[in-house]
Structure formats: C-alpha cells, structure tokens
C-alpha cells in the first residue's frame, strides 16, 4: 500500500528524525498492551549515539505532552497537541467502527504518534529539552500517572478553561501592536477554513469508502452473469470484467486511505495546532503585569497615607512592598515583552513550516493519483482485446 | 389484401438518429431523420412519445402477420417524465439509467436504439406504420388505433400458474428456464452499476466542495502567507481535476455500460413475454385437446376444428419465436460486445488523459519553491 511505507509525512530539520512502529506485548498473563518502537536518527551531539531505539507507550507521549505544555505554552512557544485517543474525527463522522484492535486504528494511532513526534522535535527549542531527550533515548521511562486529564481533549478541556476564564475577565487590552491583533484574527479564520477544510475531506473519504463496497458488490454481480452466461466469449468477457472491477476497488481502498492520511489528518493536526491558544495566555500575562501595576498604585497611596500617620513599623513596611511591586512590575513586563516576542518567532516558523508541510502532502497525494490512473491504463489495456474477442 | 408486400422501400435501420429534442410544458418533442435504403435524401419529422407508443401499439395489434405472437418485440423505454414534476429519485426508480445524463441524451439514445431495431427487424420493418412513422407529416399519435390484444405478464393469481406450465420442447423450457434465471442476474448487476454511478457522482460533488474551500484560505500578510495561498490555490486545481475525472468516468459507465445493461434487461423481459404468449397458447391448446376428446358426438366437429385451428396457430408461433429466439442471442450478443468495447475504449481513453493532466501537475508542484 502506497504510503504506509515509513517515510515521515513531517519534513524534520536534517539534525533528527523520527519513525515509529507498532507492536503488541503480552504482560504477565493480563491484557496484553501495544508499545511502539521509536526510533531516533540524529547526528546532534546533545545525544549518547546515532541512532537508537526505545520502546514507548501510548501513555508516555500524553505525558511528555503534559511536560512540554506545562513548561512552554505559557510562554508562547507553539507546543504540538497531544495525540487524541480517539479516533473519531472532529466532525464526529464515524469513518468505519472503531475497533481497538483493528489494524485500521493501529496504523491510524501509529501515524499521529509519528507525526507527534516528528513535530515536536522539529522544533528546535523543544528538540533541546531535558524531558524529549530522556523520551528518545532513555530505556526506562517513569510511567505517566492519571492519563485521562492529560489526553488531547482533556488538554484541550484545560486550555479551554483558561480561556473562558480569561474572556469571564473581560481583559480589554490595549493592543498597541496591531500585528497581534490581526494574526489573532487570521488564526481564528484558519481555524474555520481548516475546520470546513476537514469536513470536506472526511466527506470524500467515506464517499470513497462507499465506492469501494459498491464496486465490489458489482464485481461479484458480474462474476455471477460469467457464470451463467451460455455464450463462451460473453462469459468470459463478463468473468474478466468481474476481476477489473474487483482490481479497481481495491484502487479506491488505497486512494481512500492517501485521502485520509495525506490530508484528513494534516488538517486535523493543524486545527489542534491553532487552537493550543497562545494568545491567550499573552493576553493572561499582560493581566497580570496590569494587574501589578493596579497593586503598585495601592501600595504607593497606602504609603503617601502613613507619611502622616506617624507609623514607622508600617511605613516601613509599605516601603518594602513597594519594592516587591516594582520588581513583579519590571517581571511583569518583561514576561509580556517575551511572550510577545516568543510568539511573533513562533508564528514565524508555524507559517513557513505549514507550507512545507502541505507542499510534501501534495506532492504525495499527486504521487498516489498518477499510480492509480496508470494502473487503471493497464487494467483497460488488459481487458480490451477481452471485449473485442466476442464474436 | 392488407398485406406487407409493398413497393414502398424501407427505411434504413443505420440512417436512423435522434437529433434534436425540445421541451414545452410537459411535452418533449423528438427530431428524427432518416433515409429510404433506396435514396440518400434525408426525411426529418418531429414526434412525441404518444407517436412512439401509438407505433408499438400498432405492430403489437398487426392483423395477418402469421405467427405474430411468436416475435420479440423490441422494447419501447416507458413514457418521460418531464423534470418539472418529478425528483431524481424517483426518475431513478422508474428509468434507472435512463434518467441520467444531461438533457435525455441517453434516454434519446434508448429511444434511437428502438428504433433501429425495430426498422431491422425481417417482419417488422414490413409494417405500414413503420414507414408512416418515419414520413408521415402529421402526427401519427394523434389518431388512436386499436390497443394491442396480447396477454401481458401480469400479477394475477392464474397468469403465474400459466407463466410455470410444463413445456412439450425441451428447447423452449430450456430458454424459459434460463431466461428466468439469467434475467434476474442482470437486474442484479445493474443495480449495483448504477449504484457504483451515483457514489462517483457524490464523489464529483464533495470534490467540489473541496476545492471551492480551498479558494478561500486565501491571505497576502507576509510573504509565507502568500505562498501558503498559493499552494492552496494549487490544491485546489488538483481537486478540480480530480472531480473532472470523476464526471468524465461516470459519464462514460452510463453511456456505454449503463446503457448496454439497460437495454440487456429491457430486451430479455421482451423475451420472456413472447415465450409467455407462447405458453398461454399451449395451455389453450391442450384445453382445445381435452375438450375435443370429451366432447359429445353433436359438438365433436367442431371442437375438432377448434382444435386443429389452435395447433395450426400453435405450430406457427413456435416456428417463428425459435427464429426470433435465435436471431435474439445472435444480435444480443452483438450489441453486448460493442457497448462493452466502447466502454473499455471510453475509460481507457479517460484515464490517460487523466494520468498526462495528474503528472503535468505533479511535475509543476516538485518545482514549486517554497
């Protein structure tokens, strides 16, 4: 099949690459689990060799996810999603029944756990941390407790908190950089397009899919007409006809399966991407540095206040908190300036590695659509003389 | 008297086309030409359905044309309904293939197809309302003449019972038998082509959908922006071509395969009502038998004749229908074949325009600098 073949779907920087695969592991008599081999190819020095492999599973990427969001979406840095555990897509249309243990969803759960991985250290700041360097080379790994808040969605629950939370506050920022303010506007248009983007893609994949059992159906139709057909050449005619058609339908598979996996999952991916929200924890930053502020004022009419009172003990100590609020001021700004400035970098690469990203799936899928026309050319060449020959 | 031996020439069964079709109200009207087998002056007359069914008509009702029970006649596709007052679904139900295609092309085609076959045909070709059909200024349609007299297949109780009654040739049983059967196998199988027809329709249309969504990521902020768009935009053509592909390869299942399905079945249910009047008249004829066996010595002579008159009938109708059933498997097999080359040939040629147009985009995206 055309694109299950390892070649990564995410370009990665020459330093490091990625690739995954799946295999499943019996434990001690009690349910047996899947583990996933990852393995790394790198010629950084930051790592003990040059290539290596671990096993992994699907529990430590949600919590190497965990880490990395935990340290860098707060300031700014665009943190690839965690993998989802479900398979459904976003438009919750069913593409088939989810089976856990069908090789359709392995292969599904393999490629988006790949594709993780290959984003992640695609990154160059991330690609440094700590936490990712264990996850690729360590043996052991310590296991990742409670998993269920930290899936995709239970993140994306968290993130969605902090965003109601923040709109409850009704921060009006002052935006005094209209570039926030229209990329924030672009990203929440993306967001819609790609979100159409999917559902039309998704559309196409169980139009697909339907073609395919239709075909087949038709195919064994016309293997029946072979049968019973008195005539020798129409017969025979009718039986080869029944094989192309049954060739054909498993082109539609496999053209079913490069539509899901070149696009449907490449949208997804990049609708997950957008919605990890940095904006608004700079918007959340810049609360508190206003916050600070607001506290600062108090603190210096509280002070102005006791200059009459004849307090010394508590003059003193107001002085003290108005050090402490001019430093959380300082802190506050500069958190905001780096924010912004970590944002502006990310959004930077985001928009240069989104076009290689889709230029590589295009090119493939173009790969994919020339292979099945020629293969159609030669199931057609085949059966002409067959047609021709009834006499 | 009334008989078929006229100088008048038959039309041509090759010359005859469909060309024109109109539309007023609920009435289409069809443009026909043809031409003598003698001349090569071409005659073109304007007719609508009710023509059509009034020709059939008037072959089903042919008075002494021997044997006349026994022929196939060639099927007539069932009566249009303009789109004005039906849905697709429905037009699907009725007319299956027919109902596709743009503007009644191929139901225009199935209506050309009749024809031919009908002007082909050794008895029917002879028929004065053939070549009335074919030059007669008027409308032929519009005086009604007498409606065909047949027994045909219907759902009543006794029909059925006929419909199994044992044959006395093992050659006739044979074709009953394997009619039955091998008509339900196409049924079958058209079914499901024109189900494989119209998901490759959906496909077209979410295509479509697709590639218009791509046009709307479209954003010139920065020169990364910029260049996403047009990749977008790109996509977008692919897409297009995708959904080209899709509508060029249905429209070739329905205009060779589907067409070729459709008339295999509507032919084959021709068949079987011939072999069915076929049987009605064995029944008759035994029933003859029997009752000129117990008739009583006053009437004897006259079931006698009775009988005689039905065996005469009976002997006629199987001699032509082994003709007709002979020459059927000859032309069906005839008309299979083409249909099927053509398709082939259609698909063929689809898929390396297609394979040239995908590789001319591929080659383009490889030099696309990103």
Redesign the interface.
Known sequence: MLIKNCEPLVRAHIEAQVSLSAQTIACDGMNAYMAYKVTTKTSLNLFNRNEFTVKRRFSDFLGLHSKLASKYLHIGYIVPPAPEKSIVGMTKVKVGKEDLSSAEFVEKRRSALERYLMRTVNHPALLKDPDVIQFLESTELPRAVSTQALSGAGILRMVNKAAEAVNKMTIKMNESDAWFEEKQQQFENLDVQLRKLHASVESLVCHRKELSVNTASFAKSAAMLGNSEDHTALSRALSQLAEVEEKIDQLHQEQAYADFYLFSELLGDYVRLITAGVFDHRMKTWSKWQDAQVMLQRKREAEAKLQYANKPDKLQQAKEEIKEWEAKVQQGERDFEQISKNIRREVGRFEKQRVKDFKVVIIKYLESLVHTQQQLIKYWEAFLPEAKAIA | KGSNEESAPSVSANSIKITDITQDGETLTFAITSQKSSSSAGVCVFRTYEDFDWLQQSLLSQEDVPGLLGVIFPPLPGKPLPSTSFTQAKALKQFGFLALGDEWKIYCKALELYLQQVAAHTTLSKSKALSSFFSSTESPGKHRGKKGIFKRLSHVMEEMRKEGHKDVDKFFQSERD?CT??SV??K??TE??L??VL??Q??AV??G??ST??H??C?H??P??V??SK??L??SD?IEA?KVNFEKVSDNDVSSMGLALDLESRYQEAKKEMLFRRTCKLVELEAANRNSERAKPNKKAIMEGVQKATQKEFNLISSVAKKEIEQY?RAR?SV??DF??S???K??ST??E??AL??Q??EA??G?V?
């Open positions: 394997s059967h091998l196998l196409f079958v199988s499901k082509f189900d494989t998901t490759k959906k496909l979410a295509c959908h697709f969504s791509l709307l990521v954003n902020d920065n990364a922006a260049t996403f990749i977008c790109k996509l692919i995708v498997h097999v299979l074949r099927l080359v398709w082939c040939e698909q063929l898929a390396q297609t394979s995908f590789s985009h591929l995206c490889r696309f990103v």
